[in-house]
């Protein structure tokens, strides 16, 4: 470099010009990452839904989101992690009914169910509500929890879901990803990851309160899923069968999370 | 003569600024979620006095039937108000910053007088250094707040993997309970918050996007007049110490 003794040294910047170059950098900074920041909401909140698939009715981006933060908290999940129990006077007389989707089928009759348990692919296995109830009967009296925010005590019975693994001989079954479960009528439709379904308070129920379970609380076997949303706790189970992609899920299609894990 | 006084660092200024539009988002996406169960109520005698929220308040806002979304939402943006709120957390009590944010054993007191400064009744704020009493006490509350709407929202989100944070919380219910109220909590302190912050003008306000505020440096002869005057009533010497600074809050400052 020339040697610039010539040229008058600049002098130090006066107190004046300090203030209004330091203001200048950060406002211009404060408006720039401002205006980067609502284009990124713009961009997130105008951004395109999902192709309706296994899961469907959320934005793209939120969609990946959710199913990222799934594989974070499915870290943290234990069998040890089980759901409080509590006594059984403090179980609801009333339950709660909140939905009939996949109950609206006026020829079904429950007398006549089976269950159809799809071991692999043209391998179905029918299965009797006798059947079912011969095998070790487990209770359960806990805060049954539904996505809208409520939550009610609630005392079911029914046949634990590792049990029924065992009992049908359901360990190739279940080394794949995923089970599925839908009503008769195909109305409606759930899928669970695994573990969550494996896990040893997941409950195929036949009983409410001590009593056979009534017909809007999904007659005769429904799905008791503590470690899940009440959105998975699937009634009137028609067929359950496996898979190693997510089954479809009624609630996955319109926006909601697949997980749905407590 | 002016000076440039810095006052909020950097590392304050970002997580300011990138917080205030999590927050809002996070609050409007719990509202969302609120909707689908919205239980919260004041009631006086069987009198209903608030309903959390009137019909009028969600249509306003399209509130209504959103539910799957505001979840959506809520559990992308619950990320970044944690990461948010650690990195300040972390950068406050490694800088020693805390220092100057949290409240000491005069704070409660003279908050009092701060606040009866703000409101026009006594004349005398009592010296401070970045913030006063008050300011240390909202500040921290808030910073509190923010990990107490962590602890609780794990808490209502993973009730059976975290059950036992649930239980720290005193259980769902009042997890879910005291997650709400923090969210009004913060909705109060924002509208006071702006308020004071207009109320104290521009100088402040700039200091937390640029991070100085422009202070006027008086020559010493001019507080000449100032110690003459305390000298004159040697009573008040003790109890209005502050007067001699308090022409230039930026004497109050350095004196301390």
Redesign the interface.
């Known amino acids: 470099m020339k040697p610039t003794t010539n040229k008058p040294q600049p002098a130090e910047l006066s107190?004046?010009k300090?203030?209004k170059r330091?203001?200048f950098?950060?406002?211009t900074t404060?408006f720039i990452?401002?205006g980067a920041?609502f284009g990124g909401?713009k961009w997130l909140y105008n951004s395109p839904e999902e192709k309706t698939g296994i899961t469907g009715?959320?934005?793209q981006?939120?969609?990946r989101?959710?199913n990222k933060?799934e594989l974070f908290?499915r870290r943290?999940?234990?069998n040890d992690?089980?759901?409080?129990t509590y006594p059984k006077e403090r179980a609801a007389r009333v339950v709660r009914v909140n939905s009939d989707i996949g109950l609206t089928d006026e020829n079904f009759d429950a007398s006549r169910w089976q269950l159809s348990l799809v071991k692999k692919k043209g391998e179905v296995l029918k299965i009797n509500i006798e059947e079912l109830r011969a095998l070790p009967k487990t209770e359960i009296i806990y805060?049954f929890?539904?996505?809208?925010?409520?939550?009610q005590i609630q005392h079911w019975a029914g046949l634990r879901f590792i049990d029924f693994i065992a009992h049908y001989q359901l360990h190739d079954q279940a080394k794949m990803g995923y089970v599925g479960m839908e009503t008769p009528d195909g109305g409606y439709y759930i899928g669970l990851d695994m573990e969550s379904a494996l896990h040893p308070q997941t409950l195929l129920a036949y009983e409410m309160n001590d009593k056979p379970i009534t017909e809007e609380h999904g007659a005769p076997l429904r799905l008791i899923i503590?470690?899940k949303y009440g959105i998975k706790n699937l009634k009137r189970i028609g067929m359950i069968n496996f898979s190693d992609q997510r089954p479809r899920d009624y609630?996955a299609e319109?926006?909601?999370?697949y997980y749905s894990?407590? | 003569m002016k000076v440039i006084h810095e006052k909020h660092p950097l590392a304050m200024r970002w997580t300011h600024w990138v917080n205030f539009p999590i927050l809002l988002i996070m609050i409007w996406s719990g509202m969302l979620i609120y909707w689908a169960n919205d239980a919260y109520k004041i009631e006086v005698f069987g009198y209903t006095l608030v309903h959390f929220f009137p019909d009028w308040f969600y249509n306003l806002l399209h509130i209504p039937a959103r539910l799957a979304e505001g979840m959506a939402f809520h559990f992308l943006f619950m990320w970044f108000f944690t990461l948010n709120g650690i990195f300040y957390l972390l950068y406050t009590l490694i800088s020693g910053e805390w220092r100057q944010l949290v409240p000491n054993r005069h704070s409660f007191k003279e908050a009092w007088q701060v606040l009866l400064h703000d409101l026009h009744i006594r004349k005398f704020s009592p010296p401070q250094k970045k913030y006063n009493a008050a300011q240390r006490i909202a500040y921290t509350a808030i910073i509190v707040m923010g990990f107490g709407s962590v602890i609780t929202g794990l808490a209502i989100y993973k009730p059976v993997q975290l059950y036992w944070l649930t239980w720290i919380c005193g259980g769902y219910h009042f997890a879910r309970i005291i997650h709400f109220a923090l969210t009004i909590g913060y909705v109060l302190f924002f509208m006071i918050h702006v308020m004071q912050v207009v109320l104290a003008g521009w100088n402040n306000f700039r200091s937390v996007i640029s991070g100085f505020e422009v202070k006027e440096l008086q020559p010493v002869t001019e507080l000449v007049p100032a110690v003459k005057k305390v000298q004159l009533k040697p009573k008040k010497i003790v109890k209005q110490s502050q007067v001699t600074g308090k022409p230039k809050k930026s004497d109050e400052t350095d004196h301390k």
């Not at chain 1, 319109?254 to 999370?257: K, L, P, S």
Request: proline letters at 4%; aromatic letters at 16%.
């Open positions: 107190i004046e300090k203030i330091r203001n950098i950060s406002f404060f990452a401002g920041a909401w009715g959320a934005r981006p939120l969609r989101a959710l933060t908290f943290i999940f234990s992690h089980v759901v409080k805060d929890k539904c996505v809208e925010g409520w939550d503590p470690v609630w319109q926006g909601y999370d894990g407590l």
